[in-house]
């Protein structure tokens, strides 16, 4: 008689069900499956992984064994010999998340083809609390070995990872077991949640509160899950780090990072990406390093403007792409800072007398603030200054406007070209 396994996700059980069975349900929710005719006959199996990933469970039944045989994740189904017996090979069996083995209730004994379990004791592996029968389970085990993880399929189950942690420290949970650090039960500290990452595989981080870093951390990619939140870094590294929908402050301690649609409060001693986001205040470029800018506006309102400090006394560079708003360019103050601001839609660069060196190029179009230093070579050449383009009037037509404005962004694309070494 053909036996087929029922994966349930919600109780973390595999049940075994003969053919021709029917079940009852607890009143917990566990099922009890019990065949209507108890199986003799030594069949080939059915097997269901539905709701696995991968399909590395064969489920035989020889006799009056139940027979367990593993497969490597993505391998096919165990093949059958030419009698029609089934092709034995021995590999570890490891559950993860409490995942338990349900034998049906009828007597019995269940053969685990391979070492069973790998952290997990025999009596651990079977759950035999709501059954009745007689089942005695069995280890078929081998020299070479390999390892094989049931788990549930992430995406259907509220209660699983879906490849995210999720966080917020004004919850409850705390610890590294699951469903700690799911959408159910976010993990409210830092250490946990990565430690959670990390035994998971998990880079993606969803926050549901400010984050206030008490740790460097590397690699992961931290996405605001409400509006507002602040990503306090208070000067831990997060090198190559990505960060969206959030609002930025603090030291980064020399970090590559790339940020995207958030707003810059802050951000110091970084280098990398900044794109369509707000900036809102000071941004120091780490020493050495450069720094990318694209589509972004000023956050600011009224006269003040955001600031990139290109770190007094170092060497950086820095590219803007279609900037819209005001900005305050301070410290290029060596021979190999450079930096390539374009403007859009009216843009109000600010040349701080702290720029005494190197080389700045503003392009676009807008009103030009230059009290730059001596010393500081500043190219206008594809710049338009607001004010001036008419002629014999300070006014603009409409028509005055509208080529002005297409003239700036071309203006814009050709400097980023030409500025593509930065």
Known sequence: MPLSLYFDEDKRRIYEVPEASTFTVDANGYRIYTPIDIPTANKKAVTNTTYLWSRFVDFHNQ???????????????????????????????????????VPADYDHNILINGNALEELSLEEFFDVARITAKVSPRINSADSLQTVVIESNVISNSLDYGGKLHYDENSIYSGTEHPVGTSVQKVNNIEDGIAIALENGLTEIHVYSNVNMDRDVEGVTIIGGLPNLIMYTHGFKMHLCKFNNLKILGDFNNSLVKIVECNVLEALNVYGVIDNSYHSGRIKIAAGYNLNMADCESGIPGQNSPEIDMNEGNDTTFSS???SGGQTITYCDTPDCVATLSFVGGGKPHLEPSNTDGHLSVRGSGQLDDRSGIGCEVETGAWIEAGYIGVGTNVWTEEEKLENLAYSRKASDNAEQANLKL
């Open 63 to 101: 006799e009056k064994w139940s027979t367990l045989a593993f497969v490597k994740t993505g391998g096919a189904f165990r093949h059958f010999d030419e009698n029609g017996l089934p092709i034995y090979a021995a590999f570890d069996l490891r559950l993860i998340n409490q995942w338990q083995f």
């Open 321 to 323: 792409r279609g900037f």
